[in-house]
């Protein structure tokens, strides 16, 4: 007998199990991207700076905000500080390390507002403002910190000082010039010995502002003034 006429061959793979067809189960998507401590701190920042200009009297818009608006926002950020700044009249004046407590304020550290500048500056332009408007790159601001370091300076008797590095020396150019040597004069002189110049300021660690309206907090000083290498 024809085994096909009596359906006894093997049951097709899909006949009666009823089964949904299966499909691959839904991709998930991937967790966010984790932000790094500046990045995360800068966002804190900007978002404070923002809340201060809501809470300002009268407001303030963004578009309004000026270089005198930012150093009022850096001032009122000094009651929060930690960092104890004497007075001209302190005996303690100018002492790094003085030998008991005095009735002298708390003040920001000019490296935490410096730093802090610099972080709002760069949220402000990433936000879409033209940098030309940067109220943050004000020459009104720079001023103003300028003379906080200085003052910090001399009323904790640590000064604050360009940091001198290393002047990269160039590629000697190719054998075959006018004297049949590839030295450049300029970064080579007396001897072989490369010249330095140029410096950066070190800055100090950077405040924790957050809170509403602000809730800051003072880091550390400036570094010591660093030492060049030859």
């Not at 085994?3 to 061959?9: D, I, K, L, M, V």
């Not at 708390?106 to 935490?112: D, K």
């Amino acid at each position: 007998m024809d085994p096909s006429s009596t359906g006894a061959g093997p049951p097709s793979s899909s006949a009666g199990t009823g089964d949904a067809p299966q499909h691959p189960p839904p991709s998930q998507s991937p967790p966010p991207q984790q932000l790094s401590r500046y990045e995360s701190q800068k966002r804190r920042d900007w978002n404070t700076f923002l809340q201060y200009l809501r809470n300002h009297r009268p407001p303030l818009t963004l578009a309004r905000c000026s270089g005198a608006h930012v150093i009022e926002f850096l001032k009122y950020l000094d009651q929060f500080g930690k960092t104890k700044v004497h007075a001209a009249g302190c005996a303690h004046y100018g002492q790094p390390s003085p030998p008991a407590p005095c009735p002298c304020p708390l003040r920001q550290a000019w490296g935490s507002l410096d730093a802090l500048i610099g972080r709002l500056r760069a949220a402000y332009e990433e936000s879409g403002n033209a940098p030309e408007s940067n109220p943050f790159a004000a020459r009104a601001v720079r001023i103003y910190l300028r003379e906080v370091r200085d003052s910090q300076a001399k009323a904790r008797g640590i000064p604050y000082e360009k940091k001198k590095r290393k002047r990269t020396q160039p590629t000697p150019l190719p054998a075959g010039g006018a004297d049949g040597e590839g030295t450049s004069s300029a970064a080579v002189r007396d001897g072989g010995e490369p010249t330095h110049g140029g410096g950066t300021v070190t800055l100090a660690a950077a405040p924790a502002a957050t809170g509403a309206p602000v809730a800051g907090s003072s880091g550390a000083s400036a570094a010591a003034p660093g030492t060049s290498s030859r």
